[in-house]
């Protein structure tokens, strides 16, 4: 369990380093260009704002004939470029973060020299050319101690590969010819033996490249949420806008009409229209998206798109392989089942010594399962002690010591030896493993020569906390569908033992298309892991699909995400860390709008006051003074985006809920919190302004 925790929550890593923090700041003003700013048109607001308050105070330092005092105007001025600066800022970090990544890939990736061949053969004629020359289809051999050119896939050979400076891991792995761990990655090492490449990526475009342009955010693309909180925002603030223009007529108006007062300065409609505007969101959005594309870099993920993360938090069906995700891969010994007249002590014991020739897990942990549940150790054995292997041709293995011909394996291997001694297998034995294939399990049989002793039940072992974490899913709406190629009775065992909502067994490619094209056609997103060839038209029509990088080219290229780690269990990070994108978006958006309540108390009365001395009502802050009022407001606009940059970069503490619980916390959490916030936060700088004698 423990370990499964550790996998789910990557460790935390600083929001920022200095050297990011210092090129943020630079990064921060060069943002300010206006073709840059365009692409937010609230912040864009904010600057043509920003500029018009400084027009403003130079033409009231030089003629002072101002709508304000000078120091008033250059006041506001400054809060309103430090509210679009702390935007920039926020978005700079975030892309900081990314950039920071990119780097260390970047030195992962070098120029090499290429040997490619003219057939699909070591013997082949071979020339040297620069890897930026190859081209799609070209054959490369690859030997001990090369860099690998280009992304391909081996077509003849073995090797192990570093793949350190992409996965961070330090243990090299196989790659070789067929199945499905063929594909290789330029930029990653051979250490030992060699292999022909065929290339599958044009220069500029292989997945070191993606995955660099990705991690530092040059192709993200906004999502469709994102496209529809943009255009939200826009239309909040034409209106406000509108709004606000019209005020000044309104309130010459009101003046000549009344006799007193004055009207409305263009200072204070400037910082009006930003205090009403949703710039607290407008100047986080993009924060927040690249912040979810980074998280999901921390754990070793690469989307190919924003839009892949968001869908991510979404989905609400889980297709899940069985091995290796909901149990540890390797069949587990599970029990000693005597015949009658056989201790369970006895079998142990002969299973033990019969497996001391079988390296395979199943031998291992079946070694394992006599020393744990009988103390048993493997024995001295004289000299002249024969092993036989266990090989995939006897599908057993065993011992001879002496007149003792010792054997453990398949009930009908075991059945064969036996009758090759003149015996027959009882019945016994027989109905045992019948009893132990109902229940989903693999039963091996032990014979001490014509004598059969009983059965070992093998079964696959669900992982620890699986079934927590389904329940965790459940809970949070998200449907589970586990897929294997086991047939009915023993999918259903494990499924059940797992607590999964679903199973398909004896899964084929073809099965797998159709179950996930039947949930999105009654409304539901899909996810859905894979890498091998085969998965590739699944993972092309799953809503979230999950490559294993060490799986085919294929799968990598019909997926929308790549597991660096190929952690198949990673697919339910993966989707809390998309709920937590979406969770964090909705929760600053709700603070964002609640806050502007409590701005409009502190700037209204004060920008009104002269003109319609009845709006001193609703100064319900009793503040300092009219000026004071505003340029708080202004100062709150824009120290707010500072104090919720940590939260938009590290995303609100995710929890496992339905989605109406989630939803009702966050509207109480950070709507109630937007409005008292604001309310105390304009004060205590009202307070701090009038002490400092600056209004």
């Known amino acids: 369990m423990a370990a499964l925790l550790e996998q789910r929550s990557p460790a935390p890593r600083p929001l920022a380093t200095p050297a990011v923090l210092r090129a943020a700041a630079l990064d921060a003003v060069r943002k300010l260009h206006p073709r840059r700013m365009l692409r937010n048109p609230v912040m864009f607001t904010v600057e043509v704002g920003s500029a018009f308050t400084l027009v403003l105070f130079a033409h009231a330092l030089a003629t002072g004939r101002g709508d304000a005092p000078p120091s008033f105007i250059l006041a506001v001025s400054l809060g309103l470029w430090f509210t679009v600066l702390f935007a920039n ?60 050119p280009a992304d391909g896939e081996v077509v003849e050979g073995m ?87 019209t005020l000044l007529p309104f309130s010459v108006h009101a003046v000549r009409a009344s006799g007193q007062g004055a009207p409305v300065g263009l200072t204070v409609l400037v910082a009006l229209l930003v ?168 039963p091996l049989a032990v014979a001490d020569g014509r004598r059969a002793l009983g059965v070992i039940e093998l079964k696959d072992v669900v992982k620890g906390g699986i079934r927590e974490r389904f329940a965790e899913l459940r809970r949070m709406g998200i449907r589970t569908v586990m897929v294997t190629g086991d047939n009915p009775l023993t999918a259903a065992s494990i499924a059940a033992e797992a607590g999964v909502d679903e199973f398909l067994a004896e899964a084929t490619p073809e099965r797998k298309l159709a179950i996930i094209r039947e949930w999105q056609a009654r409304g539901h997103l899909v996810a859905m892991t894979g890498d091998g060839t085969n998965d590739a038209p699944a993972l092309a029509q799953a809503d979230v699909a999950v490559a294993m990088n060490t799986g085919t080219q294929a799968a990598k290229e019909a997926g929308n995400m790549v597991d660096l780690d190929s952690n198949p269990t990673k697919l339910i990070q993966i989707v809390e860390i998309g709920k937590q994108l979406l969770m964090t978006r909705g929760a600053l958006t709700t603070f964002s709008l609640a806050n502007d ?87 205590l700088i009202d307070l701090a302004l009038a002490a400092l004698h600056l209004v």
């Open 597 to 683: 309540v409590a701005k409009y108390f502190a700037i209204l009365p004060a920008a009104f006051a002269l003109t319609y001395p009845g709006l001193r009502a609703l100064d319900v802050m009793r503040l300092h003074s009219p000026e004071s009022a505003i340029l708080s407001a202004v100062v709150f606009n824009a120290l707010v985006i500072v104090g919720l940059i940590p939260l938009a970069l590290r995303g609100i503490a995710f929890r496992p809920a339905p989605a109406a619980v989630t939803l009702r916390r966050n509207v109480l959490l950070y709507g109630a919190g937007g409005l008292a916030v604001p309310f105390a936060g304009i004060k």
């Open 89 to 148: 800022f926020a978005e700079a970090v975030a892309e900081g973060r990314g950039k920071a990544q990119a780097d260390a890939l970047r030195r992962a990736r070098r120029e090499v020299i290429a040997v490619r061949l003219a057939a699909p053969s070591r013997e082949a004629a071979r020339e040297e050319v620069p890897a930026p020359r190859l081209r799609t289809g070209d054959l490369v051999l690859v030997e001990a101690g090369a860099t690998i």
């Open 275 to 442: 205090c009403l505007i949703p710039t607290t969101i407008g100047g986080l959005l993009s924060a927040i998206g690249i912040a979810g594309m980074d998280r999901m870099i921390q754990a070793n993920v690469i989307a190919t798109s924003g839009r892949a993360v968001e869908a991510a938090g979404d989905v609400d069906v889980l297709l899940l392989d069985k091995t290796g995700t909901i149990t540890l891969g390797n069949r587990q010994a599970a029990a000693f089942l005597p015949v009658r007249g056989v201790s369970e002590r006895e079998l142990a014991g002969a299973a033990q010594l019969a497996s001391v020739a079988d390296e395979t897990p199943e031998g291992r942990s079946i070694v394992v399962l006599a020393k744990e549940r009988h103390g048993l150790r493997a024995p001295h054995l004289e000299p002249g002690t024969s092993f036989q292997a266990f090989t995939a041709q006897t599908r057993m293995s065993g011992v001879d010591l002496g007149d003792r011909s010792l054997r453990k394996g398949a009930v009908d291997a075991v059945a064969r030896f036996v009758a090759s001694l003149g015996a027959t297998l009882p019945a016994e034995v027989q109905a045992i493993a019948d009893d132990v294939a109902r229940r989903g399990a693999t």
């Open 159 to 245: 090797s192990s590969v570093d793949e350190s400076a992409i996965t961070g891991e330090s243990a090299p792995v196989i790659r070789e010819s067929g199945g499905d761990r063929s594909a290789v990655t330029g930029g990653t090492r051979i250490l030992s033996d060699w292999i022909v490449v065929r290339v599958t990526a044009e220069p500029g475009s292989s997945f070191l490249d993606r995955m660099i342009s990705m991690v530092e955010g040059a192709r993200r693309q906004k999502t469709p949420s994102e496209i529809a909180l943009d255009i939200l925002l826009a239309g909040l603030t034409i209106v406000f806008l509108l709004a606000t223009a």
